[in-house]
């Protein structure tokens, strides 16, 4: 006769209580791993720094970002859209520098989150956002295939466009550079065609999938292609000292903490709305999301590891892949520490070309080809802004491409903005009657000038601003230089009508 042990039955329904999903998470969560592990390690050579940093930022990113509150099946990790500002920080400043500037820029998350400016990065334009993942696409592009034919890179983002023909040319006529070019293709090819592979083998992610085969076509050919270096986890790890603290003084190093942060949060915030659109879970907590990505970017730079941003490849699998809670984000990173200690050395076998592969394919998700198009065809400004963004990323470097495409944002805005009509009735007998409407600032100025200069100067004219919503400081002055200058002797003085309570800015 079987006995029931109330206290083991007690203990299971509480776990139950507790983990009410955990099947659901726990699957979901091997899939996340599975599509994490080859992009946390990609991301981390085509920075330039040692694989293991990147391992390092997804297993943080689990176990610190994933337990805070924000937003619950958001993903965060070492992010494609940040490696070509890495790469350009670690070539400028070394790698030391790095964890300081991954380390402040995590505090700087923090205090803006404490102030609740999260939900401000919402207001950052579109076009600036997409232009800036589409110029960190180019770059990426370009770069990779480098790697992808075994050759070194230039350092700067026009340098890898310019050279790439030449170097493309150079690499066909050498027999290892083809076949390192060949893994790189075949890993694209691999990725690109898993999706129309049967549902069993599309339960393995299509990135994996793609790196192992080219790990065993290297194996089993002995193919002359470079290969991840391995370190070891504890030996990638790089405490910043006071010297590296001391590199705060130099505007450079300050000016890319505030591109990492800037960047980071957009991405990290821009990817928590499109996450939310995907499930009907709890919505995201912007600021709470902004201080858990602060802080899990602090303890990277505590680590000398890699930035992190949420990632809306691997936050999209995890929905998809059924989570229903962040026990998902933290037990994959669980299985991503897992894999660091016990097999580091697998990370020996896996050819760089196919990690470039990898990352060629990711630039070209960044690359918003379908928005241009929509937007060239309903809003040709923001079109431009999109173009200029990536441009100025691609030509001069990442921060300042940015801050490039937000002046001509703001530009933009203030422009459209400023709509103004002039309407002028001339009956032949009478005073000319002008009326303004509208908002009148200092960008139309010429304009208004220009129309109002075209009216006959010997006959009276009234100038009615009632219809004007704003009217700026220098407008105001314009407005009356041009009256006092018309009313010359021997005609009426042009009559002002001022405007109804009306807002009015010093310009």
Known sequence: MLRHRPDAVRAVRGDRAAFPHLRQDFAASVVVFLVALPLCVGVAVASGVPAELGLITGIVGGLLTGMMRGSSLQVSGPAAGLTVLVFEAVQTFGLATLGVIVLCAGLLQLTMGALKLGRWFRAI???????MLAGIGLV???GQLYTAAG???????????VGLPDALAGAFADTDALASLAVGAATIAVVVLWKHTSVRLRAVPGA???????????????LPVATVEVRGLLGAVQFPGLDDLGRLASLGVLGTVLAFTLIASAESLFSAAAVDRLHDGPR?????????????????????????????????ANVQAGARTKASRVLHAVWLLLFAALLPSVLALVPLPALAGILIHAGWKLIPLRTLATLWREHRGEALILLVTAVAIVTVNMFEGVL?????????????ASQLKLDVVDTGGGPIRAYLSGNATF???PNILDSLEALPQDRPIELDLAGLQHLDHACRTALENWAARHSSPGT?????TEPAPVTTASG
């Not at 999938?209 to 050919?221: D, E, K, M, Q, S």
Request: proline share 3%.
């Open 151 to 161: 050759l070194e890179a230039p350092v700067s983002g026009a340098g890898k466009v």
């Open 492 to 496: 009426e003085p042009v009559q002002l």
């Open 208 to 222: 994996l999938a793609a790196v192992v085969l080219a790990t065993i076509a290297t194996l089993v050919f002995s």
């Open 404 to 416: 490039i495409g937000l002046a001509l944002s703001v530009a933009k805005t203030a422009w459209d």
């Open 140 to 142: 990426l592009i370009a």
């Open 125 to 131: 334009s579109v076009s600036v956002v997409e232009g």
């Open 284 to 316: 995201t907590e912007y600021d709470r999301e902004l201080m858990a990505q602060g802080a899990g970017n602090a303890a990277c730079g505590l680590l000398g590891a890699l930035p992190m941003t949420a990632v809306i490849v691997r936050s999209a």
């Open 443 to 445: 960008l139309r100025l």
